[in-house]
């Protein structure tokens, strides 16, 4: 059974730092790995997907790379603004009927 | 741009009652899910319909959760009857093909 672990569970940061969240999966055998962001009491929105042949995407302030073999993902979000105050959540597809694992997510704080 | 359509966004329901949700997929999503998410959580998938026939309800408490998709587009999820434990947030996704999945804004089930 896949599982998704994602470190810290919380994080306060000063605005204008650089920072790196954490997600590890024990099944190497995924098809790709995403990146959500939600607000409180909201749905997800998708950030940066990686497909398993990849080692890293980038779109705008956000890098995430992939390490398939050691199970590992990290999500390093650059030049922190207030508005990036949010729970990032880690989610693996994986099984034939392409199954989403979701970690626990990470609680962000940004603060001016 | 394209969204998946949920409603309620918001339901307050007693103990026991009947409770039900919609979801509109991305139009030529053949696949759609619902999961679950407890607060604190990941989302946790409930049940998974490929076009109008379900490929994985493992998850979904059948003896009181009921889902369908009739002409393989927009979804109904219901419950009944509703348990205090039912409390979380309902989220509906789509995706072509199997991929990316793209999450419409939940909804928020108060069970009291």
């Known amino acids: 059974k896949q599982e998704v672990t994602q470190i810290p569970a919380a994080l306060s940061v000063p605005e204008g730092e650089n920072l790196v969240l954490n997600c590890s999966f024990t099944d190497s055998a995924i098809y790709n790995l995403q990146w959500f962001r939600q607000d409180p009491g909201k749905g997800l929105t998708s950030l940066l997907l990686?497909?398993?042949?990849?080692r890293e995407q980038t779109s705008g302030r956000l890098n995430a790379s992939l390490d398939k073999s050691s199970g590992r993902s990290t999500l390093y979000i650059a030049a922190s603004q207030p508005g990036d105050s949010a729970t990032y959540l880690c989610?693996?597809?994986?099984?034939?009927?392409?199954?989403?694992?979701f970690g626990t997510g990470t609680q962000l704080k940004v603060e001016l | 741009e394209a969204e998946v359509a949920q409603s309620p966004r918001y339901k307050i329901t007693e103990k026991s009652q009947a409770v039900a949700f919609w979801c509109d997929p991305i139009?030529?999503?053949?696949?759609l899910y619902w999961y679950r998410q407890i607060l604190g959580q990941g989302p946790e998938l409930l049940v998974q319909f490929q076009d109008e026939s379900v490929v994985d309800d493992s998850q979904l408490p059948k003896d009181r959760f009921s889902a369908e998709r009739l002409k393989g587009v927009d979804s109904t999820l219901k419950i009944q009857p509703a348990e205090l434990g039912d409390s979380a947030m309902y989220l509906c996704a789509s995706s072509h093909a199997g991929y990316e999945q793209y999450f419409g804004p939940g909804t928020r089930l108060t069970v009291t």
């Open positions: 989610a693996v597809l994986t099984g034939g009927g392409n199954k989403l694992t």
């Open positions: 990686i497909q398993s042949s990849q």
């Open positions: 139009s030529g999503h053949a696949t």
